[in-house]
Structure formats: C-alpha cells, structure tokens
C-alpha cells in the first residue's frame, strides 16, 4: 500500500528565517508526481509545488524549493525568508495512476506551520 | 482561473437524514474527487470520477456514494447519515493524466447531530 507520512505534526519559524517541513512515502510505482499543498486558515487549500518522480531536477516555485531524494523516498519543502503570509497547515501528496488511468492522491497528515512576528 | 465550488459551507443534519453535497467545476476538468479532511488524519479520497456517469472508489466509500450525470458537477450522497461522517469534506477536480494538479474547493463542514 503507498503510504505518505509527516512526521512534524506542528512547526514554528520566525519571519524572514528558513524553515525545512519533512514527508517521507512508500511506494513500488515507477510513475508518480509528489506535491506540496498549502491550506491557510479557513481559505481554499491551493498548490505549493509539484515533483515529477522521473526528474532528477528538485523543483524550485520562488522561495519554495523541495529536496527530492527518489531511493530514500524523501520529499522535504524548504521555504526560505519566510512571511507571515505562509501561516498554513502544508500537506504532503503522491499521486500515482489508478485501474482507471485516473491520477489518485495519497495524502499525509499535515504539518501546521505557525510564521512568527 | 479554475474554480471549484461546494455549495454550502456549513450544514448541520440530523442522524439518518440523506444528505447531499454538490460540487461544480467551471474548467472542463475530466476528474473530480471528494475528500473528507479530519484532525490528525488528513485528507482521505472518498471516491473519484474520470468521466460522466463513472466512477471509482477511493479509501473510505463505505456510507457514501456519488453521482456525476454532467461534466462539471459531481455530487456526494450520504444515504444515512451518522455521526462518524461529521467532519469537513474537499471537493476537487483536474484534468487527466500527467495534467493532474487538483483545485480544492473552500469545503463544507458537515455536522450530524
């Protein structure tokens, strides 16, 4: 069965610091895209950044960056110079091909993150 | 921009009422999903739809069902609802294949009393 785990339930950051929000996952597919979504506080949740499993190439989205490691099967966001604005449970995805061809979503648990003043 | 949008955000229901929740896509997506979201436990795929009139399961359907007779709606029924299903449910959709970045809708959050 994939699996995605966050084992950070909570994390703090002062503004203008970096911070690193860990997910690790399990899978045997060869064919996968791993995601960062955000979901502020009462608003839409919306995506952070996407990771195709076949690019070696970590993806950057402007102060966003992940570290993807394919044979640890690791999947970290790093944001950088953090803003108050950033203030959201992250939740970490997978997603691989289902029986109907369908792109299905694993998600882990959420790590909320709380940006300091 | 994609929009996806749940038509109530709050509902409050009594046990063993049926229950619907719609949901409406305005991009021509092919796939649309419902989600229930819970404390601790994240988002857990209800069930999933790639086209008019088919559907898939996900990873809890037991106690619910769906309904998608047109392209840009996909409705979640709770035939009897219960109080375990109190909780906050996501609607979302995408196109297919590798095109497969999800839009949430704001969610609806569903109390059985």
């Known amino acids: 069965a994939q699996t995605v785990t966050q084992s950070q339930p909570e994390m703090s950051v002062q503004e203008a610091e970096t911070v690193t929000l860990s997910c690790t996952y399990d899978t045997s597919e060869n064919n996968y895209y791993l995601f960062w979504y955000k979901q502020p506080p009462s608003r839409q949740m919306i995506l952070v950044i996407r990771?195709?499993?076949?690019?070696?190439q970590n993806a950057t989205e402007n102060r966003f960056s992940v570290n993807f490691q394919k044979a640890a099967k690791s999947f970290s966001l790093k944001i950088s110079d953090s803003q108050l604005g950033d203030t959201a449970m992250y939740f970490c995805a997978f997603a691989a091909p289902s029986t109907s061809g369908t792109y299905k979503y694993i998600f882990g648990t959420g790590t909320r993150l709380k940006v300091l003043a | 921009d994609v929009k996806v949008t749940q038509s109530s955000r709050y509902l409050v229901k009594r046990t063993g009422e049926k229950v619907f929740l719609e949901c409406v896509q305005d991009?021509?997506?092919?796939?649309m999903f419902w989600y229930r979201q819970d404390p601790g436990l994240g988002l857990r795929l209800i069930y999933f739809s790639y086209d008019v009139k088919m559907k898939e399961k996900g990873d809890i359907p037991e106690g619910y069902s769906v309904s998608r007779e047109k392209k840009e709606r996909f409705s979640l029924i709770l035939e009897s609802a219960s109080t375990n299903q109190t909780s906050m449910y996501l609607c979302?959709?995408?196109?297919?294949?590798?095109?497969?970045?999800?839009?949430f809708g704001a969610g609806t959050r569903l109390s059985v009393l």
């Open positions: 991009m021509d997506h092919e796939n």
């Open positions: 990771q195709e499993a076949y690019k070696q």
């Open positions: 979302a959709s995408s196109l297919p294949f590798s095109k497969n970045i999800q839009y």
